[in-house]
Nanobody, 111 residues
């Protein structure tokens, strides 16, 4: 089994920054492609960012230039640096790897 545990969410003012972390653990945890998704109230879960094993990064158009995904393979951890946050970035953010999802961490952008 694999457990994905997100952290780093919280309340931030518009224009602020947050850094999310997702640590993978468990007997079957290994280096995998990893991604971030988010789900706002009343909306479907949507793709945010993805990082491949070789480090190739992909972003949703809505976050390009503001969010940066990175990974530390030694720590089996993926990060999402979120800058210039907007109220519409408010959502529960989920970490994912093939076959697994984290429990989510709430990000609220509000003044």
């Amino acid at each position: 089994q694999v457990q994905l545990v997100e952290s780093g969410g919280g309340l931030v003012q518009p224009g602020g920054s947050l850094r999310l972390s997702c640590a993978a653990s468990g007997s079957r945890a290994s280096i995998n492609p990893m991604g971030w998704y988010r789900q706002a109230p009343g909306k479907q879960r949507e793709f945010v960012a993805h990082i491949a094993i070789d480090g190739t990064k992909t972003y949703a158009d809505s976050v390009k230039g503001r969010f940066t995904i990175s990974r530390d393979n030694g720590k089996k951890t993926v990060y999402l640096q979120m800058n210039s946050l907007l109220p519409e970035d408010t959502a529960v953010y989920y970490c994912s790897m093939p076959g697994y999802w984290g429990q989510g961490t709430q990000v609220t952008v509000s003044s």
